[in-house]
Nanobody, 123 residues
C-alpha cells in the first residue's frame, strides 16, 4: 500500500515562497510519474505540475508556469514543489499524487493520493 504524505504548507504573504514536500512510503515510485494538484472549495481539483519517472520531463499549468518548479529525488522517494511569487489565487489545498504510468498529464491517470496540505496566501 502506497502512502503519500505532504508537508510544507502554511500561511505566506503575497510575493513569498513555499516549498512543499511529498514523502512516499510503502513502495518505491521510481517508475511512476508524480504530480501536484490543488483544490479550492467548490472547484474541481486542478493539476498544477507533473514530473516523469526520472525527473527529465515536467509540465505545468499555465497559471503557475515560471513560478513553480516540480522536482523529485528518487533515492529518497520524495517529490517537491517549489512555489515562488505566490499570490492569493494560489490559496488551496495542495495534494501529491502518483500515477501508475511513467509519464502522464492526464488527471485521471493518478492513482495514489496524499491527504493534502493547506497553502494560504494573504494579500
Amino acid at each position: 500500500q502506497v502512502q503519500l504524505v505532504e508537508s510544507g504548507g502554511g500561511l505566506v504573504q503575497a510575493g513569498g515562497s513555499l516549498r512543499l514536500s511529498c514523502a512516499a512510503s510503502g513502495r518505491t515510485l521510481n517508475s511512476n510519474a508524480m504530480g501536484w494538484f490543488r483544490q479550492t472549495p467548490g472547484k474541481e481539483r486542478e493539476l498544477v505540475a507533473t514530473i516523469n519517472w526520472n525527473g527529465g520531463t515536467t509540465d505545468y499549468a499555465d497559471s503557475v508556469k515560471g513560478r513553480f518548479t516540480i522536482s523529485r529525488d528518487n533515492a529518497k522517494n520524495m517529490v517537491y514543489l517549489q512555489m515562488n511569487s505566490l499570490n492569493p489565487e494560489d490559496t488551496a489545498v495542495y495534494y501529491c499524487a502518483a500515477s501508475l504510468l511513467p509519464w502522464t498529464t492526464q488527471t485521471t491517470a493518478y492513482y495514489y493520493w496524499g491527504q493534502g496540505t493547506q497553502v494560504t496566501v494573504s494579500s
